[in-house]
């Protein structure tokens, strides 16, 4: 059964901007390639971290949110892990609730945007 993931992670800063886009189109691939049904991506930018992490202060955000079935964290998560690209990263399940907040956040949004 394919249950709703949402997962944000943190590239080091000194890729550049090319480097960056390469990587989450590495890790949106992996999705795809494995059955996953990408729903949303927003990139958040180069934000300061809360702490330093391997003596970096900041980092480049990448939240995705897709469906696949619970056997494909444990391959994404390994890939995170391999790639040195990547300093931190967090997947979670979403249930319905927070579906439905993810939904109404995005279509607010949409409405904002529209009426500028």
């Keep these: 059964m394919q249950k709703q993931y949402e997962t944000v992670f943190i590239m080091t800063p000194v890729l550049s901007d ?3 886009k390469e990587t ?24 300061k971290l809360t702490y330093p992490i391997k003596k970096l202060s900041t980092g480049f955000y990448q939240l995705l949110e897709f469906k696949a079935e ?6 994404l998560e ?13 997947t979670v399940a979403l ?16 409405e904002k945007a529209s009426q500028n």
């Design 18 to 20: 090319e480097q960056m």
């Design 24 to 47: 989450v189109k590495k890790f949106k691939s992996l999705l795809v390639e494995k059955g996953a049904e990408l729903i949303y991506e927003d990139h958040w930018g180069l934000k």
């Design 70 to 75: 619970g056997s494909l964290i444990a391959d």
């Design 78 to 90: 390994l890939a995170f892990k391999r790639d040195e690209r990547i300093l931190r990263f967090l």
């Design 95 to 110: 249930d319905k609730h927070a579906v439905a907040y993810n939904e109404k956040k995005r279509l607010q949004a949409q």
